[in-house]
């Protein structure tokens, strides 16, 4: 992966890209590719990707036992992507027993070798907020697998955001005297704040127990156009920002707050130095080498 995206930092890539698909005119369609066109909706905001944990679907769809092909008598390439469905009228079977073990959950007549309705779903969380809160790659670290815990949901359940608050306060007209403009938009600019930040539970139940609670007053991430101070020190022409936080539920953050109470506290005579106040300059202070941490010692 670091390969390919350095090809593409470098430019060495093929750019074929033309913009977003465009949806047909589905009332010019004929019935056959009115069916087909039905067929794709569903999946054209699927996610796709590793299949874990799983935001539509999750890791039975890996398993080749699951599809039309690997049943086939003899490759047939219109079955590559298609279920293998149980026949009209039959049952999905839901009882395994008092325990679904390895071998039953893999075998001939396990659960994930032929699809029906609730098939494919009965695999994600019930309800579905508790994995949302639970994919989130900065709530838990091992240091046996070196980085956090992975996740994959991107855009629609982000690790850290760039609040609404801190993006205001970083495209404001920085006119005190004693900041430094640029400093000051990076400082906020670069503020990142947990997504989860009032949903965290002193244990893991109690975490996914708030997300079923309070999911509905998380914020959103939308694109913004950036305005020309944060340009300038180097943003790109459009971030992306949480909007719609319920913040009569928020609270448990209050880094914003705290920002700005602490600003209220600088003195605003700048002190005078060492030679105005007729004493010596200190020597440099001697910084020493910071310690890099390798794999294992964290």
């Not at 403009?181 to 009032?198: F, G, N, S, T, V």
């Not at 305005?227 to 992306?240: I, N, S, W, Y």
């Not at 928020?250 to 600003?263: P, S, V, Y």
Request: aromatic share 8%; with cysteine; proline share 9%.
């Amino acid at each position: 992966m670091f390969a390919h995206l350095d090809r593409w930092a470098a430019g060495t890539f093929v750019s074929d890209w033309h913009g977003p698909p465009s949806l047909p005119d589905f009332a010019a369609l004929s019935a056959d590719a009115q069916v087909s066109q039905l067929m794709r909706a569903g999946l054209t905001e699927c996610l796709g990707g590793p299949f874990h944990p799983g935001i539509e679907l999750t890791w039975p769809m890996r398993r080749p036992e699951l599809w039309a092909l690997h049943h086939a008598a003899q490759r047939d390439d219109r079955l590559l992507y298609r279920l293998n469905l149980l026949p009209e009228g039959e049952a999905v079977r839901q009882d395994f027993g008092s325990q679904l073990t390895r071998d039953t959950c893999l075998g001939p007549a396990g659960p994930i070798t032929a699809a029906g309705p609730g098939a494919l779903t009965r695999w994600l969380g019930l309800p579905w907020q508790t994995d949302e809160a639970s994919c989130n790659s900065s709530a838990d670290y091992s240091p046996s697998t070196y980085l956090s815990f992975p996740s994959f949901w991107g855009a629609r359940v982000p690790d850290q955001v760039l609040s609404s608050a801190a993006f205001e306060r970083a495209s404001a007209n920085i006119t005190d005297p004693f900041d430094d403009p640029k400093l000051q938009r990076l400082k906020h600019a670069l503020l990142r704040e947990d997504w989860l930040r009032d949903v965290r539970g002193r244990t893991y139940y109690e975490r996914i127990d708030k997300m079923v609670q309070l999911w509905a007053t998380l914020g959103m991430v939308e694109p913004r156009q950036t305005p020309q101070a944060l340009r300038d020190v180097g943003f790109p022409e459009t971030v992306h920002v949480e909007t719609g936080r319920d913040c009569a539920n928020a609270g448990t953050d209050e880094k914003i707050a705290l920002i700005a109470r602490i600003e209220s506290l600088r003195e605003r005579t700048p002190e005078p130095t060492p030679s105005q106040a007729g004493l010596e300059a200190p020597p440099e202070p001697i910084t020493p080498p910071r310690h890099q941490f390798r794999q294992g010692e964290v």
